[in-house]
């Protein structure tokens, strides 16, 4: 399971789906054991197949020794370590997934000349070194000033480096996926009334913006398959023209609007992976 530091406001979700994944795995005919993440960093591990959402990095770094070994690890602790702000925006831009025009600083930089030659007014600063954990892990700023002093901020919150993104003027989208099969799911969260942290009254109600869902959808699979995510969801920007664009891409996400329609697909998805490994 996740630790409830890296559920912040679905610590409840987050364990409804893990739970409801497991079951769907029992129905199955799978015996699924179910450990606290402060257990699995302590216990021995003998089961072949894990199933997670870790998020601290000593889970990390056993769920990567346990892959290592051989065992299948889903989702990898590789792929989970990829999600991660710097990371992610230097994976995603590399290969040419659709992302907003970034930065990369430390934060003890100056960097309101850089913003104005890139041509960012307003923008988002994310912290890249780890997985957001509170509401000021990702903070908008209107303008390079208001920047700089948030990424001072960040520099005397023990914060060492930052992603800033260029802020997407557009129709918010959130969207759920499992790798390899059918399900996908999306929303405009700001009229649903989901929210983590608030950040969606940014960009505010949806217009209703037209675009190619089949290609939202390939460019989300494209970038679990280059993350190495199997499990995922994240959010995107469709810009006027319809252009879509991944603002954040995230390991097995809470799923909580489409929680029982997921749940049977995470199941599939592992089984069909275990098959996978057999034929190997």
């Not at 929210?195 to 969606?200: D, L």
Request: with cysteine; hydrophobic share 35%.
């Amino acid at each position: 399971m996740r630790a409830g530091a890296y559920s912040p406001n679905h610590i409840g979700n987050d364990a409804a789906i893990f739970n409801a994944a497991a079951e769907q795995l029992r129905k199955r005919g799978c015996e699924v054991n179910i450990y606290s993440e402060d257990k699995f960093q302590t216990a021995q591990i003998d089961e072949p197949v894990i199933l997670n959402m870790c998020r601290e990095q000593e889970s990390i770094a056993k769920l990567q020794a346990l892959e290592d070994e051989g065992r299948l690890v889903i989702n990898s602790g590789y792929g989970i370590e990829n999600c991660t702000r710097e990371r992610m925006t230097r994976i995603l831009l590399g290969n040419k997934i659709p992302y907003p025009d970034s930065l990369i600083v430390n934060t003890n930089e100056s960097v309101i000349a850089d913003l104005k030659e890139a041509g960012f007014s307003s923008c988002w600063i994310k912290r890249g070194d780890f997985h957001a954990m509170h509401k000021e892990d990702v903070s908008y700023c209107r303008h390079p000033e208001e920047a700089q002093e948030v990424l001072h901020e960040y520099f005397y919150r023990g914060i060492k480096r930052a992603v800033i993104n260029r802020h997407l003027v557009g129709d918010l989208i959130k969207f759920y996926g499992v790798s390899g099969q059918p399900f996908f799911y999306w929303f405009y969260p700001f009229d649903e009334g989901h929210s983590k942290y608030g950040h969606e009254a940014v960009n505010g109600k949806s217009r209703g913006l037209e675009f190619d869902h089949d290609k939202l959808r390939e460019m989300c699979q494209a970038a679990s398959d280059i993350l190495d995510v199997k499990i995922y969801g994240g959010d995107c920007i469709v810009d006027p023209d319809g252009t879509i664009r991944i603002i954040d891409f995230n390991d097995w996400p809470s799923f909580a609007p489409c929680r029982q329609e997921a749940a049977p697909y995470i199941a599939k998805c592992v089984l069909s992976a275990i098959k996978a490994r057999r034929k190997r």
